[in-house]
């Protein structure tokens, strides 16, 4: 069974930076699709960025110029560079990789 296991989160001043990272333990599989998804109370989960195995990249206007998804397909691994982070997302960071596999999620909170 694979797991996706997330790293990076954690609370930050407005216009700071922050990296998460996810990866994929369990047997060895690549996927096609990963990506962060993320989760503020009281609101549905929303698309953050994805990235395939062929790198085409998705990117919320939210967070568009802002935030950088990187991937290293061979680890099974992705990244996002989160940078001028505002309040506004503050969330519940989740990773996602298609199959659905889905990380238990990483808290990221940015103060005013």
């Known amino acids: 069974q694979v797991q996706l296991v997330e790293s990076g989160g954690g609370l930050v001043q407005a216009g700071g930076s922050l990296r998460l990272s996810c990866g994929a333990s369990?047997?060895?599989?690549?996927?096609?699709?990963m990506g962060w998804y993320r989760q503020a109370p009281g609101v549905e989960r929303h698309l953050v960025a994805t990235?395939?195995?062929?790198?085409?990249?998705n990117v919320a206007d939210s967070v568009k110029g802002r935030f950088t998804i990187s991937r290293d397909s061979v680890k099974n691994t992705i990244f996002l560079q989160m940078d001028s982070l505002k309040p506004e997302d503050t969330a519940v960071y989740y990773c996602y990789a298609s199959g659905p596999v889905w990380g238990q999620g990483t808290q990221v909170t940015v103060s005013s």
């Open positions: 990235i395939t195995s062929t790198n085409q990249i």
């Open positions: 369990g047997r060895s599989f690549r996927f096609d699709v």
